[in-house]
């Protein structure tokens, strides 16, 4: 399949081309023509797989060819979970819209209010945003959603998962529902939220789903070794970014403070690294993304912040310090690598800490992991014995009293593990307490 078997516009055309993308990628093929055709979509491949133009391409073909509902509402909104993955689409969609006469902003939590007040009065046709920021300026009536025909959520699972349920639905409430397509996508898309959250947002939505986010990604080769405290997991860090052939790296730790710790250490041996988290405040986010798009530095220290979507090209090596708490995370982290087709590596630091969310992503990716050695640096750790479940305490010790029950508990110990993997599959995120403003507008919500 070509791209020119499409139909689109010539002016979209001539970008992919000047891009030099030969062929669209599966989920292009068929996401693209399903939301030219107008229906709404749940859209979920793997990372790196060219999710970005599947909506930007219809997206914006759709405004060449249909009429405006209004003259000075948005036509197109696209929100990402943090302001580094809204700053990439904006950057896309700019390419595509350079030669047309459509209009697009970015509006983004951190930055200066007033100045996207004046942003929003100049009626641009797409809305690039994160969803708290948004959600504030329409409830100020900075702009209005009537006219709106494409709502896009990019990352949608991870919004969901950071507690933007509430402005997502606010701002689709102010949305016109008959005349809005809605398009949802993500590498992973299918835990028991989303699918409610879709149900009361898309209409008859078709499911796009090419492969698991959960099978082999054969293109970044997974390494996972033993640790026994921080400071094996430091020293063993440190002999693998000295013997490693790398390009960039991306190292995912637990807590905001860590990252700051880890970067301090590591340019004290002389490597090259600086930490991205959501303490910092916007202007110093941007400096650090830039340089290290640029190639300033080979390392960054980060959290889940960077876990979504970024396209760095050069980011050939993956390193999880800590495992993440939330399992899908660990997908979405280790394909900031081994992106559009390119070979990368993953590796994961497995401590006591880190067990409970090592087995759930071996259950995720359905395979028993192996762990690799390296001489000198081998771990006590030998990781922890499962907690003997209740159903199996019924089933040896009724069993010499009782074979048919014996047997009954057998099935419930079988049914009980299954359940508890479907669980451990699509992991459902109930929050003790509510987040607070600054929590969400800060994006990392997941840290301590
Ligand atoms: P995803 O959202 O699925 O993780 P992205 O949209 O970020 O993936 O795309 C990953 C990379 O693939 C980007 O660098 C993008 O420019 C590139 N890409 C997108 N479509 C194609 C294509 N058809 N052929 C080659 N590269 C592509
Ligand atoms: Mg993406």
């Given at each position: 399949?070509?791209?020119?078997?499409?139909?689109?516009?010539?002016?979209?055309?001539s970008t992919v081309e000047h891009l030099g993308f030969t062929a669209p990628t599966e989920i292009?093929?068929?996401?693209?023509?399903?939301?030219?055709?107008?229906?709404?979509?749940?859209?979920?491949?793997?990372?790196?797989?060219?999710?970005?133009?599947?909506?930007?391409?219809?997206?914006?073909?759709?405004?060449?060819?249909?009429?405006?509902?209004?003259?000075?509402?948005?036509?197109?909104?696209?929100?990402?979970?943090?302001?580094?993955?809204?700053?990439?689409?904006?950057?896309?969609?700019?390419?595509?819209?350079?030669?047309?006469?459509?209009?697009?902003?970015?509006?983004?939590?951190?930055?200066?209010?007033?100045?996207?007040?004046?942003?929003?009065?100049?009626?641009?046709?797409?809305?690039?945003?994160?969803?708290?920021?948004?959600?504030?300026?329409?409830?100020?009536?900075?702009?209005?959603?009537?006219?709106?025909?494409?709502?896009?959520?990019?990352?949608?699972?991870?919004?969901?998962?950071?507690?933007?349920?509430?402005?997502?639905?606010?701002?689709?409430?102010?949305?016109?529902?008959?005349?809005?397509?809605?398009?949802?996508?993500?590498?992973?898309?299918?835990?028991?939220?989303?699918?409610?959250?879709?149900?009361?947002?898309?209409?008859?939505?078709?499911?796009?789903?090419?492969?698991?986010?959960?099978?082999?990604?054969?293109?970044?080769?997974?390494?996972?070794?033993?640790?026994?405290?921080?400071?094996?997991?430091?020293?063993?860090?440190?002999?693998?970014?000295?013997?490693?052939?790398?390009?960039?790296?991306?190292?995912?730790?637990?807590?905001?403070?860590?990252?700051?710790?880890?970067?301090?250490?590591?340019?004290?041996?002389?490597?090259?690294?600086?930490?991205?988290?959501?303490?910092?405040?916007?202007?110093?986010?941007?400096?650090?993304?830039?340089?290290?798009?640029?190639?300033?530095?080979k390392i960054l220290v980060t959290t889940d912040l960077a876990s979504r979507g970024l396209d760095?090209?050069?980011?050939?090596?993956?390193?999880?310090?800590?495992?993440?708490?939330?399992?899908?995370?660990?997908?979405?982290?280790?394909?900031?690598?081994?992106?559009?087709?390119?070979?990368?590596?993953?590796?994961?630091?497995?401590?006591?800490?880190?067990?409970?969310?090592?087995?759930?992503?071996?259950?995720?990716?359905?395979?028993?992991?192996?762990?690799?050695?390296?001489?000198?640096?081998?771990?006590?750790?030998?990781?922890?014995?499962?907690?003997?479940?209740?159903?199996?305490?019924?089933?040896?010790?009724?069993?010499?009293?009782?074979?048919?029950?014996?047997?009954?508990?057998?099935?419930?110990?079988?049914?009980?593990?299954?359940?508890?993997?479907?669980?451990?599959?699509?992991?459902?995120?109930?929050?003790?307490?509510?987040?607070?403003?600054?929590?969400?507008?800060?994006?990392?919500?997941?840290?301590?």
């Amino acid at each position: 399949m070509q791209f020119s078997d499409f139909g689109l516009d010539r002016c979209l055309m001539s970008t992919v081309e000047h891009l030099g993308f030969t062929a669209p990628t599966e989920i292009q093929q068929q996401a693209i023509p399903a939301a030219m055709q107008g229906h709404d979509l749940i859209a979920s491949s793997k990372t790196g797989s060219g999710k970005t133009l599947a909506f930007i391409l219809p997206a914006i073909q759709r405004l060449t060819k249909n009429r405006a509902l209004s003259k000075k509402d948005p036509r197109v909104v696209i929100l990402t979970p943090t302001r580094e993955l809204a700053k990439q689409v904006f950057s896309q969609l700019r390419l595509f819209t350079a030669n047309t006469q459509f209009k697009a902003v970015l509006i983004l939590g951190g930055e200066n209010f007033n100045d996207q007040v004046k942003v929003l009065e100049k009626d641009p046709h797409f809305i690039v945003a994160t969803p708290g920021r948004l959600a504030d300026h329409l409830s100020q009536g900075h702009f209005y959603l009537n006219g709106l025909e494409l709502l896009i959520l990019d990352e949608a699972d991870r919004m969901l998962d950071l507690g933007f349920a509430k402005q997502l639905t606010q701002i689709n409430n102010a949305a016109d529902h008959r005349k809005r397509q809605t398009l949802l996508f993500s590498a992973t898309l299918d835990h028991a939220q989303v699918n409610e959250f879709a149900n009361a947002l898309l209409k008859k939505p078709k499911r796009i789903a090419i492969g698991s986010a959960y099978t082999e990604h054969k293109d970044i080769t997974k390494r996972f070794y033993l640790a026994d405290n921080l400071e094996h997991k430091e020293a063993l860090l440190q002999h693998l970014l000295t013997h490693e052939n790398y390009q960039q790296v991306i190292i995912f730790t637990a807590t905001r403070s860590d990252t700051e710790r880890l970067a301090t250490l590591l340019t004290q041996q002389q490597l090259s690294a600086v930490a991205l988290s959501g303490e910092l405040n916007q202007a110093q986010r941007n400096q650090i993304m830039d340089g290290f798009s640029k190639g300033h530095q080979k390392i960054l220290v980060t959290t889940d912040l960077a876990s979504r979507g970024l396209d760095l090209v050069n980011v050939s090596l993956v390193i999880n310090f800590d495992m993440p708490k939330h399992t899908e995370e660990f997908i979405h982290r280790i394909g900031r690598t081994g992106r559009a087709g390119s070979q990368g590596d993953a590796i994961a630091f497995v401590g006591p800490k880190d067990w409970l969310s090592f087995k759930n992503v071996e259950g995720l990716l359905a395979q028993t992991i192996s762990f690799e050695k390296i001489a000198g640096l081998k771990a006590k750790f030998k990781g922890l014995k499962p907690k003997k479940s209740k159903a199996k305490v019924v089933n040896t010790k009724e069993a010499s009293i009782d074979k048919k029950t014996a047997a009954k508990a057998k099935k419930t110990t079988k049914k009980v593990f299954h359940v508890a993997q479907d669980v451990g599959d699509m992991p459902i995120i109930k929050r003790k307490k509510p987040l607070s403003a600054q929590q969400i507008e800060n994006n990392d919500i997941d840290e301590e």
